[in-house]
T-cell receptor, first 105, second 111 residues
């Protein structure tokens, strides 16, 4: 079955450390994937999508077809990055369980 | 200012009552969605509508109902048949195969 998985439900890093939130997919075609973020007391919002190849708030995500991954990365985590992150594909209407990122001072 | 408006922000329901959650968008998006968010379970799809007067069940539709009489509006009714309705409900819309725009959510509590 085609699906997207986020293997880590919880992830903690120290401020200034690199962070990588994992997203793996199983899809036979060319997937279009998004990362969404939900900060505390704020609405869920689109962070970035792979086709735009942009960097938002220092985050980047590269589609790796060989590893079937779309990991979200930031070289130096900040405390304000603490949030819930969801990886989601266009072809699927359901989201995974997400990863709760906590950046420690 | 375009976006999605969900109301109310907080809602309390007595056992056995039906309640309706409002979702309105002025983004001219065709597709609208209702998700339920529970701690540790991510987002689960309740219902979705890709066009006016048409909607489909999602993964957890039992105990819920929707209508889509206007493009801008997609209200969700939580019926008394829903066994565990206490949750955070999110409405979203999107223009075709693009990213979702989400509302700010409604927190429903059964008292």
């Amino acid at each position: 079955a085609q699906r997207v998985t986020q293997p880590e439900k919880l992830l903690s890093v120290f401020k200034g450390a690199p962070v990588e939130l994992k997203c793996n997919y199983s899809y036979s075609g060319s997937p279009e994937l998004f990362w969404y973020v939900q900060y505390s007391r704020q609405r869920l919002q689109l962070l970035l999508r792979h086709i735009s190849r942009e960097s938002i708030k220092g985050f980047t995500a590269d589609l790796n077809k060989g590893e079937t991954s779309f990991h979200l990365k930031k070289p130096f985590a900040q405390e304000e990055d603490s949030a819930m992150y969801y990886c989601a594909p266009v072809w699927q209407l359901t989201f995974g369980s997400g990863t709760q990122l906590t950046v420690l001072p | 200012d375009g976006g999605i408006t969900q109301s109310p922000k907080y809602l309390f329901r007595k056992e056995g009552q039906n309640v309706t959650l409002s979702c309105e968008q002025n983004l001219n998006h065709d597709a609208m969605y209702w998700y339920r968010q529970d701690p540790g379970q991510g987002l689960r799809l309740i219902y979705y509508s890709q066009i006016v007067n048409d909607f489909q069940k999602g993964d957890i539709a039992e105990g819920y109902s929707v209508s889509r009489e206007k493009k801008e509006s997609f209200p969700l009714t939580v019926t008394s048949a829903q066994k565990n309705p206490t949750a955070f409900y999110l409405c979203a819309s999107r223009p075709g195969a693009y990213g979702y725009t989400f509302g700010s959510g409604t927190r429903l509590t059964v008292v």
